[in-house]
């Protein structure tokens, strides 16, 4: 089993409640049952108010990297992770559970 753990950071005065990030954040909510490599689903906002804190976070899980791999190519994943290298950045850990 593999996680892929991805951490959102938004790019300076961008907000959250801004419609392009609420639309990011409903296309990764609904991301998860969309692909059938997606073996577990989570994502949410950051509650923490640390400044190192990122801001938006998905964790999930899928069988193998062949699954990994197939997931990241899917058009639905490229589709909802598109708009957000225009408002943020990441950083992504995908490791064996």
Not at 27 to 43: P, T
Not at 63 to 74: I, N, P, S, V
Request: glycine share 6%.
């Amino acid at each position: 089993m593999i996680r892929h753990l991805v951490l959102f950071k938004l790019n300076e005065g961008v907000d959250r409640d801004e419609p392009r990030v609420v639309a990011g954040a409903k296309a990764f909510a609904e991301l998860g049952a969309r692909i059938s490599e997606v073996v577990s689903w989570e994502c949410g906002w950051n509650v923490s108010e640390r400044p190192i804190a990122y801001d938006f976070a998905i964790n999930s899980s899928v069988a193998d990297t062949d699954a990994l791999e197939r997931y990241l190519a899917h058009p639905a994943h490229q589709e909802a992770v598109a708009p957000w290298g225009e408002f943020a950045t990441w950083v992504i850990a995908d490791y064996e559970i």
